[in-house]
């Protein structure tokens, strides 16, 4: 017989190359200084500082070649 | 209402015609009711007046060829819709009558088998997560939303909502299909997404309906399939594909293969969309909607890609092929899009995107 297995289901997941994702609500501080509150069940924070919406992931990163990604 | 009794390929029905006196149309919709399309040959002729229930009984059967891909499309994408919202003047009863499901069963199976003749394979070089992103960007096509950032004029980019209005009524309700026949995790994770698509219990937030105050906005109609007459046959068979891959559980990897190649070429598209907007002074509630899907989309495609195409690939490998075949659907479909708006705008002077 099969056991339920119990899942790792993490908070703060780092995509290769991509975002931070964040699951709940956070006030992330950025680079600046300036706190942005999350607006979503999960969030994407930018981690390769090219974003346009910074703090938040806008896809950028995908156009970095692979080197230049987090 | 009128009562009526017909044949309808050999069976006995008894449908009841014709819009019923208050009945409530639409979340949006300023009271037009929701018809039947145009048919678009002669297929479609004869499904839409079986459904409209106006043919003699004597006349119901057998059902005539499809005369090409517009008229076939139209019929499917006509039947698909009795399992979301219906038509006023097609009786609800229709919806899993069997001598609709035959012909359905066939006009499904050579979509299938047209999308799968497309489908060139892929490759396993990594993990799956890098292996995906990278063949999005190998299959990614022709771009509507860089003309509309740049070089749209406003006539072509109201042209073009009205197009996108077939999907964007009904965002996320053909993956919503795909819920019940999940393993535990991709359950999770694709509902993770789905209730950021459905607003996050906050009807404002709902994005078929940010979309539809953004139609509202440029002075569109914002009723449902209000625009199906005037779409190519290209965007009647996108939509099929994805009530294709959401309504049969066997097609549950392409469904989400065919969501996560779309969340994961929509968040710098939507930029650019909403930078057109802007440019040509548009409303704000429609350059909202594109912004809210940078954001958002940015976040879908992890999910959609890591969580949930990736879920289930670890408890249903054999599913593979699927995945992929979904998402080269969902990117092969919209080049096709693209290639028929570009081309009636003259922007691309062959039409080769075109369905044959
Ligand atoms: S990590 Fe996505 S834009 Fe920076
Ligand atoms: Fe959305
Ligand atoms: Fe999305």
Redesign the interface.
Same mark, same amino acid.
């Given at each position: 017989m099969t056991e339920p297995k119990a899942f790792d289901h993490a908070d703060v997941v780092l995509c290769p190359g991509g975002p931070m994702l964040l699951r709940g609500d956070h006030l992330v501080e950025d680079a600046d200084g300036v706190t942005h509150r999350t607006e979503r069940p999960v969030s994407a924070i930018c981690r390769c500082r090219k974003s346009a919406s910074a703090p938040w992931c806008d896809g950028t990163h995908k156009l970095l070649p692979q080197k230049q990604r987090p | 209402m009128r009562r009526r009794s017909l044949t309808l390929a050999g069976w006995n029905v008894r449908l009841a015609v014709g819009v019923p006196p208050g009945h409530d149309l639409d979340f949006c919709s300023p009271g037009g009711a929701v018809l039947t399309p145009k048919p678009r040959g002669p297929l479609s002729e004869f499904v839409f007046a079986v459904l409209r229930a106006d043919l003699d009984s004597d006349r119901a059967t057998p059902w005539p060829a499809a005369e090409g891909h517009a008229d076939a499309a139209i019929t499917l994408w006509t039947l698909y819709e009795l399992h979301y919202r219906g038509f006023d003047d097609v009786d609800d009863g229709l919806e899993w009558h069997p001598a609709l499901l035959g012909p359905r069963h066939e006009l499904e199976g050579d979509l299938e088998r047209r999308l799968r003749d497309r489908f060139p394979g892929h490759q396993i070089l990594g993990?799956f997560?890098?292996d995906f992103?990278a063949f999005v960007?190998d299959h990614d096509g022709l771009s509507l939303a860089a003309h509309v950032q740049r070089d749209a004029d406003r006539d072509q980019v109201l042209e073009l909502l009205r197009v996108r209005s077939i999907y964007h009524l009904k965002e996320a309700d053909p993956t919503a299909w795909v819920v019940p026949r999940l393993p +535990?995790?991709t359950k999770a994770a694709l509902v993770?997404l789905l209730?950021?698509e459905y607003g +996050?219990g906050d009807p404002n937030r709902l994005h078929a309906h940010l979309w539809a105050q953004g139609m509202t906005a440029c002075g569109l109609r914002c009723d449902y399939g209000a625009y199906i007459d005037e779409v190519p046959a290209e965007v009647l068979e996108q939509n099929n594909a994805m009530s294709l891959f959401g309504l049969h559980r066997r097609l549950r990897g392409a469904a989400l293969g065919h969501l996560a190649a779309f969340e994961a070429t929509s968040?710098?598209p939507s930029?650019r969309m909403a930078q057109g907007l802007e440019r040509l002074g548009l409303p704000r509630e429609i350059v909202d909607y594109y912004t809210e899907h +940078?954001?958002?989309?940015? +976040?879908h495609?992890?999910?959609a890609v890591?969580t949930i195409c990736g879920s289930l690939l670890e408890a249903e490998p054999g599913l593979a092929d699927d995945v992929y075949f979904g998402a080269f659907t969902c990117l092969d479909l919209e080049n096709r899009v693209a290639g028929r708006m570009l081309a009636r705008w003259g922007v691309l002077d062959s039409d080769e995107g075109a369905v044959a």
């Open positions: - | 993990g997560g890098q992103f960007a +535990v995790a993770e209730y950021d +996050v968040s710098m930029r +940078v954001a958002a989309d940015a +976040v495609e992890q999910l890591r």
